[in-house]
């Protein structure tokens, strides 16, 4: 089941998107990076341990993250009613969207076979984009421990000033 998107580079446009956010609200992409750069990272699932480790990192460090003027957005192929629940359970103070129908992640390239187990399935792929502001692609995090990756997300702002 070979997908026609490709993983979009760095300099590139981000690929445009409005989704439902787990604070009831939409957010649209365009709109937002034209204020301010924001974080897209997306995880598999809602409510499991790595995605919560990585969320909870994330929360965790919104305060750094607004003093830098940065947006955090989570994004997941998961329905809307798990987002919410995943966001309410944990207090994830910033937005997680909701892609059940995975349009975003495809469009992003993050939609992937993955093989557990000897078991193959198709799922998202942890990755982290850095998205200026402007809506341009300033850097690509793939492969992502969930575990101290708000730091390392962090980090890499502090040296790469926009």
Not at 150 to 162: D, F, I, S, T
Request: with cysteine; charged share 30%; glycine share 8%.
């Amino acid at each position: 089941m070979p997908h026609e998107y490709k993983i979009p580079e760095v300099g590139q446009k981000a690929p445009d998107f409005t989704l439902p956010a787990s604070n009831g609200k939409t957010i649209d992409l365009q709109k937002l990076a034209a204020k301010q750069p924001v974080i897209l990272y997306f995880y598999p699932k809602a409510d499991t341990p790595g995605c919560t480790r990585e969320a909870c990192g994330f929360r965790d460090a919104r305060p750094d993250y607004e003093k830098a003027g940065v947006t955090v957005l989570g994004i997941s192929p998961d329905r809307i009613e798990d987002v919410k629940d995943f966001a309410d359970k944990f207090q994830i103070n910033f937005p997680l969207l909701a892609d059940a129908d995975h349009a975003v992640c495809d469009r992003y390239g993050m939609w992937q076979e993955k093989n557990m187990y000897g078991r193959k399935y198709w799922g998202a792929a942890r990755s982290t984009f850095i998205i200026g502001k402007g809506g341009t692609i300033r850097h690509i995090f793939h492969k992502v421990k969930p575990e101290g990756h708000e730091q390392e997300v962090m980090r890499w702002l502090k040296e790469n000033p926009a």
